[in-house]
């Protein structure tokens, strides 16, 4: 079910997924459990979940992938599993897509911000390559880059993902500084807008962050400095604990009634991160269609 950005585009918005980690530990996945691991110990809930924002209007889902690369595992018992685990959440998410959605590869940070120097780029060069190579290999039709912080490690990522020629999507987290608009390394909408359009991302995005209605400002800022489209897919605000889990008090109904604006500030891809499931993107898919019947 390959398509082409313009094919995607020619309906825009694009309603794409909501969140894999936090609707997996609603399932009975552990605090500090990897999500990815369930690709082969508990696949079938992953697919149900894939299915549901399937069903519930999401026309991009992503493989649940955002920790199969090899730095990421590193502290798990899961660092020679890195191809099962990317082939594994490739077949579960086209098998939940049936032909109903198209299913790009998701693609996280390392969590190795202070690996610089040449020999550290080197390898977060080829954990990167292993993993988007994996992906790529089993049938993917487009990469997303995301939750990234750090231009440069997005970069080496991007490169690794352009080289397989599959439309490529980078998105980075702003939730810090004053105005709460800046990645974690400082990284402002603008300067991430233009280094990834010229290292050659297809579309730029944000994601994650601190909730919907402060990603209207960086959408706009975004817009802005790139020709590019835009991706936004924020969390459902920030947790609060209660009895020792993290509860997001945003409702579908709420977050919803922000995509318009998302979608006047430049959105042209909108879904959801931490917090949110498939009822927030049945109200986002909703919203989209009344949007394009304007």
């Known amino acids: 079910m390959n398509v082409t950005l313009d094919e995607l585009l020619s309906h825009a918005p ?4 909501g969140a894999m980690g936090s609707e997996l530990q609603a399932r009975g996945l552990e605090s500090g459990e990897c999500p990815d691991a369930w690709n082969l110990a508990r696949p079938a809930a992953v697919e149900e979940l894939a299915r549901a924002y399937v069903e519930a209007g999401s026309e991009i889902i992503l493989t649940n992938t955002f920790r199969s690369n090899r730095l990421a595992l590193e502290h798990t018992r899961l660092t020679d599993k890195v191809e099962e685990l990317n082939l594994a959440g490739v077949e579960i998410a086209r098998r939940a897509a049936a032909g109903r959605a198209h299913v790009f590869g998701c ?14 780029e080197d390898e977060l060069q080829r954990a990167f390559a292993e993993q988007i190579q994996t992906l790529a290999t089993a049938g993917v039709e487009g990469l997303v880059i995301e939750t990234m912080t750090d231009l440069d490690e997005a970069k080496l990522a991007l490169a690794a993902a352009r080289a397989t020629g599959l439309p490529v999507v980078a998105s980075m987290v702003f939730d810090t500084g004053k105005n709460k608009d800046r990645t974690m390394t400082g990284i402002t909408p603008e300067q991430a807008a233009k280094d990834l359009t010229e290292a050659g991302a297809d579309v730029i995005g944000a994601n994650c962050g601190y909730g919907i209605a402060g990603y209207i400002s960086v959408c706009q800022r ?5 020709p590019r489209p835009i991706w936004i897919k924020p969390n459902a605000g920030l947790p609060e604990m209660v009895d020792g889990k993290a509860v997001y008090k945003t409702t579908p109904e709420a977050f919803a009634g922000f995509i318009p604006a998302l979608l006047q500030a430049g959105a042209s891809f909108v879904g959801g991160c931490c917090g949110t499931n498939p009822d927030f993107i049945r ?5 989209a269609r009344r949007w394009r019947r304007r």
């Open 222 to 226: 975004l817009r802005a400095s790139t």
């Open 283 to 287: 109200a986002v898919a909703e919203t």
């Open 107 to 120: 693609v996280g940070p390392s969590g190795k911000l202070l690996m610089i120097g040449e020999t550290g």
């Open 14 to 17: 694009v309603v794409t997924d």
